[in-house]
């Protein structure tokens, strides 16, 4: 039974700043999770630290707010022990592409079924908007006192040679665009990737929805236009992004180089939607494979001891005759 | 000619040659004669090449350290010669290769010299087998040779060699478990026919075992993986660290008892991972070292402010940094007392043997989840790598303590508060309940009626975000005060040990692995007349005051004893009770403390009234 969005909110105060793009990517977590229709206890949010990292706060399942960093590691680790929680891991671009971004790589490798929501703004906002991983070379926010020295990354580039079996671009103002993502993401068995161009309003006054939109102001009048906007949708243009079989390594190829072609356009064009789609054993089927007791009971419900008694009750005692002398 | 009870034996060679292999095959040989056993393995950071050694003490009664004095010496190459005659018994024998070493480079004239032709004796075994050509990639069978050459000379039954050979080979190579077994005999045969009248003069023999006593042979990581196991863990991640890494590979090894191990991209994910398996109510662990552990720390402070039971498993080496990666150091123990920013939580333990190994693992997630903590396990080097004999495991009485851990019943009646107060509202939960003993009801991750969230800011009873000063009061005291609460409920013999007698001359205090080579010490100073009593601390974290200072008050001479620079252990007795020692002794070159530079150090303490011994021992 779908969820109503009252239900999925929370009471917490919100003190994220007015006109933040971040409220745009909350309200589609809110209507993908309602969409879904999986009782809310069986739902995890996990996040970094951030502004977005207190995202999950505002969101009524279980939420694990972890460290700089982090969440990632935090997720895989929930999703690996309780395989019948759904997990979505969100956090800031800082976060997962700098201080995270061992946890970033590696778990694209490994293919754990969790949906990774980058909330992707090009600046540090909660330390008072230093350059974030993604700013491009040369841009200078206002807050930096000179201009970013360092190249950017492209997470979807990354993430596309990291293993990533989905990967993603939505905008925060276009939120049904990106609820339809994260719903795809979460129902995508498999590792799966959401940048979120993510305008923010206090530090960045460069990459700002004015910017992202293609809006104008009229000098005279004050009157503000959409003239040519830079976002555009992938799925609008024809773009199949999914691989249709993923034994077909010239169907593979064919498809990861055109994503990796999107992945580069920037500036006057902006794609979004779903870049590259590839259906792999997920790690939780990889472990089955090795060990069939994963696939019918879950770690966190693996029973090792009387109840009644409370004496451990695995038996090592097939073990303990590998090293038996005597 | 004298039946020993006890003996010392030393293989030494190239890393990758093998030598671990002839050890274990001289070991077991002799534990299924009967004999307890305690093997000592050292090793460079090195994958083939640089010098490593073995060394095996056999005795009729247990052995929990190594000596500084063997009785044979044997080897295959030149480098082992050079460095170790010189702990040569004198009486003992050296067996070397007379085709790579010349008697000249043995200056021990008070040894029995046994040049073994390995390759000739290798080339005939094969040609037995049809493998001329192969002569020369069987060269690693030196390793069996050398073993059956060694017991030759001690007259020990071949037959038993035999069997523990093949039952190497057996499964994975018959063939070449027969041409061992061969070349086993041949070297034995050579020796007998050679060296028969020489005058070596020590003899050993198969010894009865008790009826009814079944005996393993293991080594540290084998034993806390298995006490893993029973306990229940069921998750466990790791980043490939010396010496930990055997323990998780243990592990993977056992997809039948169905622990998930992840190999992570660094300790930091392999704790947060670990953290985040533990929400959802799986005994979860990790195993690293102390560099590993030095990445930690953050995540462990956030187990702490969540409430998470984890346990982590540290296998001590020799810092600072990557210091001497393949040696041993209990050189962690303030640091894991201190590790991580602000005050949090945590129970640090040190076990000091194989059994603790296995036992503590299972003591070490009752209490990760009775007190809602991280705990940590200082285990180190010296017993992941040493292997030795000891009484089967008797794991009957092994009980799980799961603290307040709820159902999904429980759940929901104390949501709903059924007549007392409730602890949720709308489907959520107060996770962090203010309770008076500290410790909150614990829902996990899925549980209907349970939500609740989890932040490392400090947070309300439902887990979400304040900075409220009067809830961070209340907060910091309900987690601080589970302290207090596990140092009232954790048993006494679970804190401390003590051995010897009350009234003794002198008064060691240990943690860790060190109590082998102390309590080995101690039966020769008794028999020498010095009275030694030991206090192992075992449960460093909260501080066992009250054992502590009733062993102390009134102790004749007290002596720290541990493997580090500085005195870490003793440095926290003082700031705990104020209580100093009166002499001390350290050791920091890598190599455990063996049991005659103890005692040693011991009884210059008691009678020169030394202050302060460093040891040295150990190439």
Known sequence: MALELKELKTDFRNDWCVGCGDFGILNSIHMAISALGKPRHEIVVASGIGCSGKTPHWINTYGVHTLHGRSLPFALGIKLANPELTVICVGGDGDGYGIGAAHFLNSGRRNVDVTYIVFNNGVYGLTKGQASPTLHRGEKPKSLPSPNINDNINPLAVALCSGYTFIARGYSYDVKQLKDLILKGINHKGMALIDVLQPCPTYNNLQTKEWYEGIEEDEETGVKTKKNPRVYKLEESGYDAVVKNPDNIEEVEHKMAQAFLKSQEWGDRIPTGVLYEISQPDYGARVAARMPAYAKTAPAKMPFYDLATKKANTDISPLLKDFQVV | ?619
């Open chain 2, 1 to 619: 000619m004298e039946y020993l009870k006890e003996i010392a034996w030393l293989i030494g060679g190239p890393q990758g040659s093998g030598v671990d292999s002839s050890a274990s095959t001289f070991a077991k040989t002799l534990a299924s004669g009967g004999y307890h056993i305690f093997g000592g393995r050292e090793y460079h950071s090195n994958i083939k090449g640089e010098h490593s050694y073995y060394q095996i003490r056999a005795s009729d009664k247990p052995v929990r350290s190594s000596v500084n004095e063997v009785h044979i010496l044997a080897t295959f190459e030149e480098e082992t010669l050079h460095i170790h005659q010189k702990y040569v018994l004198p009486n003992g024998a050296i067996l070397f290769d007379p085709t790579i070493s010349k008697p000249e480079s043995i200056h021990r004239k008070d040894v029995t010299l046994v040049p073994l032709p390995y390759m000739d004796l290798i080339k005939k075994v094969a040609a037995e087998f049809g493998k001329e050509k192969d002569a020369n990639k069987l060269a690693v069978m030196k390793n069996v040779l050398s073993v059956a050459a060694s017991l030759a000379l001690l007259e020990y039954p071949f037959e038993q060699i035999a069997k523990t050979v093949e039952s190497f080979f057996i499964a994975k190579k018959p063939k070449l478990a027969q041409m061992n077994v061969r070349g086993a005999e041949m070297a034995y045969n050579y020796v007998r026919e050679n060296f028969a009248k020489t005058e070596f003069p020590w003899r050993l023999k198969p010894i009865p075992v008790p009826a009814g006593e079944k005996r393993i042979f293991l080594n540290g990581t084998q034993a806390a993986a298995m006490g893993k196991i029973l306990a229940g863990c069921r998750f466990q991640t790791y980043y490939p660290i010396t010496p930990a890494s055997d323990e998780s590979e243990f592990l993977e090894s056992h997809p039948e008892y169905g622990c998930v191990v992840v190999q992570c991209e660094d300790e930091i994910s392999s704790v947060c991972m670990a953290v985040g398996a533990a929400l959802t109510g799986v005994r979860a662990s990790t195993a690293t070292s102390g560099p590993g552990f030095c990445l930690m720390v953050e995540g462990m402070g956030w187990s702490g402010i969540n409430e998470v039971p984890v346990v982590i498993f540290n296998y001590q080496r020799a810092g600072p940094s990557t210091g001497l990666p393949t040696r041993f150091e209990q050189g962690d123990l303030k640091f894991a007392m201190s590790s991580g920013h602000g005050d949090f939580p945590r129970i640090i333990m040190a076990p000091g043997d194989m059994d603790e190994y296995f036992f503590d693992a299972i003591d070490a997630f009752n209490y990760a989840e009775r007190y809602q903590v991280p705990v940590i396990v200082l285990n180190d080097k010296n017993l992941a790598n040493s292997t030795k004999t000891i009484s089967m495991f008797d794991y009957s009485n092994a009980t799980i303590d799961r603290g307040v851990l709820l159902t999904d019943a429980e759940v929901t009646k104390l949501a709903k508060g059924n007549g007392k107060p409730a602890k949720g509202e709308n489907g959520n939960f107060k996770r962090f309940h203010f309770e008076e003993n500290g410790i909150s009801a614990r829902p996990v991750l899925g549980q209907e009626n349970g939500v609740f969230w989890n932040t490392g800011d400090e947070h309300d009873e439902y887990g979400h975000i304040t900075e409220d000063p009067d809830i961070r009061i209340k907060m910091m005291d309900k987690r601080m005060h589970k302290l207090e609460v596990a140092s009232k409920e954790i048993p006494s013999d679970k804190k401390v040990m003590t051995f010897g007698p009350k009234d003794a001359d002198v008064t060691v205090v240990t943690w860790g692995s060190t109590k082998g080579a102390i309590l080995d010490a101690m039966e020769d100073l008794e028999k020498e007349g010095i009275k030694v009593r030991l206090l192992q601390v075992r449960i460093i974290h909260p501080f066992p005051m009250e054992e502590v200072v009733n062993e102390l008050k009134n102790a004749k001479i007290k002596v720290g004893c541990e493997m580090n620079f500085q005195g870490q252990l003793i440095a926290i007795i003082r700031e705990f009770t104020g209580i100093a020692m009166d002499a001390n002794i350290f050791k920091y070159t890598g190599r455990p403390m063996k049991k005659d530079e103890v005692r040693d150090a011991l009884r210059d303490i008691v009678k020169k009234h030394s202050k302060k011994v460093v040891l040295t021992h150990g190439a």
